[in-house]
């Protein structure tokens, strides 16, 4: 992957290549969970940045709606 980001642009952090989870959310309704994503996280806020293929194989994940690896029940709160 390459590096497109170096620091972050809210708090000029350092972004460190790490594989996350990230939730994906349409219209504030929850439509899945992606595992091991990678992305450019910032060392000192925890703000993810993502490459455009990324986002892009994300989009086509999603909305081919091919079996799940698995499906999890999530529970929601209120803050
Ligand atoms: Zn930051």
Do not use: H
Request: proline content about 5%; overall charge positive; hydrophobic content about 40%.
């Amino acid at each position: 992957m390459m590096k497109k980001f170096e620091y972050c642009f809210l708090c000029s952090g350092v972004l460190v290549g790490q594989q996350v989870t990230k939730i994906q959310t349409w219209k504030g309704e929850l439509v899945g969970i992606i595992e091991n994503v990678p992305a450019w996280v910032c060392n000192q806020c925890g703000e993810r940045y993502y490459d455009a293929p990324t986002l892009e194989k994300i989009d086509v994940l999603l909305s081919k709606r091919e079996q799940p690896k698995k499906n999890l029940i999530v529970p929601a709160y209120e803050f």
